[in-house]
């Protein structure tokens, strides 16, 4: 069996509202994506990842849906000091947080966030029960220098380095989000098709396999992320190496998100 051929590697796909929606518009959508998703046989996990200020009004909409809460980022301390502004891992514990975002390019670039920081992040999720979500990607200068490969391996690695016994494959997410691709940041570049995505999975699961070894690579879920839309999830989807995705500007109304779910299912039925 090759790196891509698990059968036991959970599939999920997150609405990432960022900050685009408001406390009321958050709460409207949730329970509308409630309604859309429960009492459905899904083939992968769905979850919501709100801004801080309505996890608790989207935890409320999403009661006994089965749709679960992601955190969009928490406070990389173990609590013993003072953080104005932060959140931290008890807090999302006790809403109901059972994921949480970490190293997402709009982290690392707006707020200078280093491997250092974001491998503490990690560790402090992975501490406290909730699942990482680990976002990597290459920017457009990285991808026209050829350097994708490389970026790849040094954020892996500047995680893997730091916390490699202490991550287990199922308690752990990866995510390959080519910054280029992702709606904020677009460039000039079309967006690479399932096959190419697929591709790079498949060397992502050969450097994680060096890293944390062969069956940890067979067995972490690997999302992808970068525009993905009701347009595209059908083909990012329909390969194996693709476990999920990380939807942005496409969750911003529950239509187009729950529009994105319906083809990922397509997909994976029709496999
Ligand atoms: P996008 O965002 O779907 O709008 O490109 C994805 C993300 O930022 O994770």
Redesign the pocket.
């Known amino acids: 069996m090759s790196h891509g051929e698990s059968m036991t590697r959970r599939k999920l796909i997150v609405a990432?509202w960022k900050e685009k929606l408001t406390y009321h518009q958050s709460r409207v959508a949730a329970k509308q994506i409630a309604e859309g998703v429960r009492n459905r046989p899904w083939p992968f996990s769905v979850a919501i990842a709100p801004n801080p200020f309505s996890y608790v009004a989207v935890r409320e909409e999403l009661w006994s849906s089965g749709v679960e809460m992601a955190a969009q980022n928490l406070l990389w301390d173990t609590e013993s000091g003072s953080y104005i502004g932060e959140v931290t891992a008890s807090m999302l514990e006790e809403v109901g947080c059972e994921y949480v975002i970490l190293g997402?390019s709009?982290r690392r670039l707006h707020f200078s966030e280093s491997d250092d920081m974001i491998a503490w992040k990690v560790l402090t999720a992975v501490r406290h029960g909730i699942v990482p979500i680990i976002c990597f990607g290459d920017t457009v200068e990285q991808k026209k220098n050829g350097e994708t490969k490389e970026v790849i391996r040094h954020q892996l690695g500047a995680c893997f380095d730091r916390l490699g016994g202490l991550l287990s494959p199922s308690r752990v997410m990866l995510a390959y989000?080519p910054v280029w691709?992702?709606?904020?940041w677009r460039s000039e570049h079309a967006l690479p098709p399932g096959e190419e995505v697929s591709h790079l999975h498949g060397y992502i699961r050969e450097i994680v396999a060096q890293m944390a070894g062969p069956e940890f690579a067979m067995e972490v879920s690997l999302l992808y992320?970068?525009?993905?839309s009701s347009d595209n999830a059908n083909d990012y989807l329909s390969f194996n190496d693709v476990d999920g995705a990380?939807?942005?500007?496409?969750s911003k109304t529950p239509e187009s998100f729950l529009a994105t779910l319906h083809e990922a299912a397509g997909a994976l039925t029709e496999s």
């Open positions: 990432v997402h709009e989000e691709a992702i709606s904020t992320g970068g525009s993905v990380l939807v942005g500007g496409a």
